[in-house]
């Protein structure tokens, strides 16, 4: 069987069922605490810089950046539904980052303005054509300040293509089953999510597609796109526990300069 899927998936599904299906990786506070430490090390951040979160969804990595001094955070997402919950919980924390609707491969912000640009947790892949991806690239490009760093972390396509699991699901607080079919295709992975709520009944159908990247082909995307200094980094794996975390381990970050 091969699932046809809408192009513009990526508009809608990341609504709350996602909050619900990802909660292991993007609802965890000592997952996000770790991916932060890594970003840490990875740029020179200080406190005074202008970062932009990328596709940062709820924006839980610039608001854990805001609780350790870095001031000047902005997430940019397409979904209405993450940018609400995350001026929610900036407001409940006093926190000041903003939350700007968008799409990232034409922001609409001005150029020059940010010290670092960050995409984390895997969100490339997901417009339909590869010269979607490197419209986002050229986009970051643009947005930084000269010398602007960028940071990117998305999944190892390679791992993904070696461990292929056709099949996975998993519970969440005993009442959720997500349960995930997925075919492997020339350069993406499409999946049918399947999602059972014992009280609700069926509160998700949806297939999607996420274009993989084995990280030569990261690096080659991000030169295309007029970076210098590409340095991929490795094996970061921020869940420890067994399990399949469909595309939010076994990831590979890549840092770069314009
Ligand atoms: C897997 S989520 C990760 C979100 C966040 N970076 C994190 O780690 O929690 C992917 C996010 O990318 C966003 N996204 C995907 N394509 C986008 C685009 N073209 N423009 C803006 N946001 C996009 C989605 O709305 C979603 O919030």
Redesign the pocket.
């Known amino acids: 069987m091969s699932f046809t899927v809408n192009p513009d998936w ?1 508009k809608s599904l ?1 609504d709350e069922v996602y909050l619900l299906t ?1 909660a292991r990786s ?1 609802d965890n506070a000592e997952v996000t605490q770790h991916e932060i430490d890594v970003v840490c090390s990875l740029l020179p951040l200080r406190p005074e810089d202008a970062i932009l ?1 990328l ?4 924006g ?2 610039s608001l854990e950046l805001q609780r350790r001094g870095f001031g000047d955070c902005t997430v ?4 209405e539904v ?1 940018l609400e919950r995350g001026r929610q919980i900036a407001s409940d924390n006093g926190c000041s980052v903003r939350f700007v609707q ?4 034409q922001t609409e912000l001005p150029g020059g303005t940010f010290n670092h640009v960050m995409i ?4 490339l892949g ?2 339909p054509q590869a010269t979607d991806d490197l419209r ?1 690239m050229k986009e970051a490009r643009r947005l930084l300040k000269p010398q602007g760093h960028l940071l990117l972390d998305i999944t190892d396509g390679a791992v993904i293509r070696e461990r292929f699991q056709p099949n996975a699901w998993h519970e969440i607080a005993k009442d959720i089953v997500v349960c995930r079919q997925r075919e492997l295709d020339k350069d993406a992975v499409r999946v049918r999510e399947v999602v059972l709520c014992k009280e609700r009944g069926l509160i998700r159908d949806q297939t999607y597609a996420i274009r993989t990247y084995a990280p030569e082909q990261l690096e080659s995307l991000v030169y295309a796109a007029g970076f210098a200094d590409v340095t991929l980094h490795r094996n970061f794996s921020p869940q420890q526990q067994q399990g399949d975390y469909g595309f939010m381990n076994h990831r590979v970050l890549l840092t770069a300069r314009v």
């Not at 596709?55 to 709820?58: F, I, V």
């Not at 968008?102 to 491969?105: I, S, T």
């Not at 984390?120 to 969100?123: A, E, I, Q, R, T």
């Open positions: 990526w990341f990802d993007v979160d596709c940062g969804g709820q839980r990595h940019l997402d397409y979904s993450l968008g799409d990232a491969a984390l947790g895997n969100s997901y417009l986002i």
